[in-house]
């Protein structure tokens, strides 16, 4: 059997709180190994529990999530960090990804696609709600817009890009393109490999057209 994803929960909201830990120890290829009511606790309790993905909320008692997660992967690198916020303002979303946040979710997400994205983070991904990925985007575009001729993508892969910075899941693209999430999970790779990027952030940062 596949070892599950182990999840850490930084929230100081006892009913959200509760409530993540619930839905991942509730779900197959979960697990809650800690849930924290601050960043403070946070970092007191990783050493002894390492996570693969934090689910890290911005406004917190004491320290706030983007100073943790400085923190973790200035020790943990390999953990991988998501924000989980209300927080849908272009101003906090760099200050998370500049930290070192690989996904950036807001707190009305569901809790399938929220299951989907952890899972796409540790594979890899850099998962976004569709809000935040157009304001990336929306931003990069100003005053200009940046194009690749040197990538020369496919019309697939264009459509396949385009999907992406609406904030899409592979799954969601699959389905939409009537492909397979594995047919998608190829040109995505092929996509990273012609802009020379590793993840979805690194290709919004180059504001693709």
Known sequence: MQSPIKVMIVEDDKAVREGLHMLINGSDGYQCIAACSSAEEALEVLPQNLPHVVLMDINLPGMNGKEC?????????????????VFDNTDEIFKSLSAGATGYMLKKTSAAKLLEAITELVNGGSP????????????????????????????????????LA????????ATTLFISIET?????????????????????????K
């Open 69 to 85: 997660v400085v923190l973790i992967k200035g020790t943990n690198p390999e953990i991988q960090v998501m924000m989980l916020t």
């Open 166 to 173: 609406k904030g899409y899941l592979y799954k969601e693209i």
């Open 184 to 208: 998608v999970r190829t040109h995505i790779h092929k996509i990273y490999q012609k802009l020379q990027v590793r993840t979805r952030t690194e290709v919004l940062l180059k504001c693709m």
């Open 128 to 163: 976004m709600s569709g809000e935040i990925a157009r304001k990336v985007v929306q931003t990069f575009m100003k005053p200009a817009v940046y194009q690749f001729p040197e990538a020369k993508l496919t019309n697939r892969e264009e459509e396949i890009l385009t999907y």
